[in-house]
T-cell receptor, first 119, second 114 residues
Framework: EAGVTQFPSHSVIEKGQTVTLRCDPI?????LYWYRRVMGKEIKFLLH????????ESGMPNNRFLAERTGGTYSTLKVQPAELEDSGVYFCASSQDTLAGVANTGELFFGEGSRLTVL | QKEVEQNSGPLSVPEGAIASLNCTYS??????FFWYRQYSGKSPELIMFIYSNGDKEDGRFTAQLNKASQYVSLLIRDSQPSDSATYLC??????????????FGQGTILTVHP
């Protein structure tokens, strides 16, 4: 079974340009998450899709970031225009688990990340 | 103020020893706790989760949770060079709108030398 795949693995762009990152979750996983790790910092949550709907986008840094998941399959994360502080590794994760509460043991399956370098 | 703190290391242990990784969290509303392992350039992968006070064992791994002290740890027995990786502590807070919203620590780099 294929895991979570992300594309591109590495992107180098100049400040002000646009970049679109893509994530293909594990087939059948309704839940899709975007996380980001900037240099020297911890991995931070950006947003969560359930199918095509945004469940939680509280981690999105600003309106230069746009995430979509049309049709509830793959997702894209667009950064427009990119700034220097956007550099980092963007992780996508997916899961099947839909249970909330203390008994939540849902495992998130992460992709290898897309490294973004903004010059 | 960071919400999840880990000793950043690096932590170096000899092969066969016990590696002890520690994590503290600030929010008493935290409900589930996870340990992920990440090899360089690879995806984080879940190795343990725990949500009840006490110990949970899985093979060479033992997770320990103390909610009163807001502390969670991971012990790796009989450490192997293949255990060398970054270990990420993560928590889920109760009452959140997203059941997959993990809050991570910065990670502890573990090196097991032969």
């Amino acid at each position: 079974e294929a895991g979570v795949t992300q594309f591109p693995s590495h992107s180098v762009i100049e400040k002000g340009q646009t970049v679109t990152l893509r994530c293909d979750p594990i087939s059948g996983h309704d839940n899709l998450y975007w996380y980001r790790r900037v240099m020297g910092k911890e991995i931070k949550f950006l947003l969560h899709f359930v199918k095509e709907s945004k469940q939680d986008e509280s981690g999105m840094p600003n309106n230069r970031f746009l995430a979509e998941r049309t049709g509830g399959t793959y997702s894209t994360l667009k950064v427009q225009p990119a700034e220097l502080e956007d550099s980092g590794v963007y992780f996508c994760a997916s899961s099947q688990d839909t249970l909330a509460g203390v008994a939540n043991t849902g495992e998130l399956f992460f992709g290898e990340g897309s490294r973004l370098t903004v010059l | 103020q960071k919400e999840v703190e880990q000793n950043s290391g690096p932590l170096s242990v000899p092969e066969g020893a016990i590696a002890s990784l520690n994590c503290t969290y600030s929010d008493r509303g935290s409900q589930s706790f996870f340990w992920y392992r990440q090899y360089s350039g690879k995806s984080p992968e879940l190795i343990m989760f725990i949500y009840s006070n006490g110990d949970k064992e899985d093979g060479r791994f033992t997770a320990q949770l103390n909610k009163a002290s807001q502390y969670v740890s991971l012990l790796i027995r009989d450490s192997q060079p293949s255990d060398s990786a970054t270990y990420l502590c993560a928590v889920i807070y109760a009452g959140g709108t997203s059941y997959g919203k993990l809050t991570f620590g910065q990670g502890t780099i573990l090196t097991v030398h032969p």
